[in-house]
């Protein structure tokens, strides 16, 4: 008799103590490993980014801005304007109020761990990001590597030059709301612009 009592409270407490595991695994990688990023940390370097050049045209929430490519994961992936959750199910999402990648300025991408940024603990220093978009194919070289407590927003100032800023959750392989954030940070060494055509 109390064998059996004794079971059903072991198995109880293994299914409890899944279930539990499987929420925050869901909860913690798909929502609350969302950079936490939000417009008021970006305002110092709103009115110096090159975004609001004259007749540029700036990309709608939710639009495909480019591609993404990291050599060293073999792996290429869309970048789309802003980060909030739905737009960081699709891919990499780009904070719109950052320079566009390319423009002289801090342009900030942020992405999940568990899905789009899977392996990023491998990329380091001197490794190579390339991102493309209509504009053009720029080449940036990774220069520093930080892992930051997830308040400091010491990573979204502004730059004096094209700078782009990669960033997502971090320990990778924490269960729940990640307390830290992983921070990659390169600089533009190399531009290939494309030739705009007009119509006559």
């Not at 798909?30 to 370097?45: E, H, L, N």
């Amino acid at each position: 008799m109390w064998r059996k009592i004794i079971s059903l409270v072991l198995i109880f407490v293994g299914v409890t103590i899944a279930s539990y595991n499987l929420y925050w695994l869901n909860k913690g990688y798909s929502a609350s490993s969302q950079p936490d990023i939000r417009p008021s940390d970006f305002k110092d370097s709103v009115e110096t980014s090159q975004t609001e050049e004259i007749g540029k045209r700036k990309p709608v929430l939710g639009e495909k801005i480019g591609v993404l490519t990291i050599p060293k994961l073999n792996r290429s992936l869309p970048i789309f304007e802003g980060t909030n959750s739905e737009i960081l199910k699709q891919g990499v999402g780009h904070f719109k109020h950052s320079a566009l990648p390319g423009e002289k300025n801090n342009s900030v991408l942020s992405g999940h761990r568990d899905t789009v940024f899977r392996g990023l603990g491998d990329v380091g220093i001197n490794d190579e990001l390339i991102v493309t978009t209509d504009d053009g194919e720029f080449l940036y070289k990774i220069r520093k590597v930080r892992i930051v407590d997830q308040r400091d927003r010491t990573v979204l100032v502004p730059k004096p030059k094209s700078t782009l800023t990669v960033t997502t959750c971090y320990p990778f392989g924490f269960i729940g709301n990640a307390p830290k954030r992983f921070i990659l940070i390169a600089d533009l060494i190399e531009e290939q612009q494309k030739e705009k055509h007009q119509a006559h």
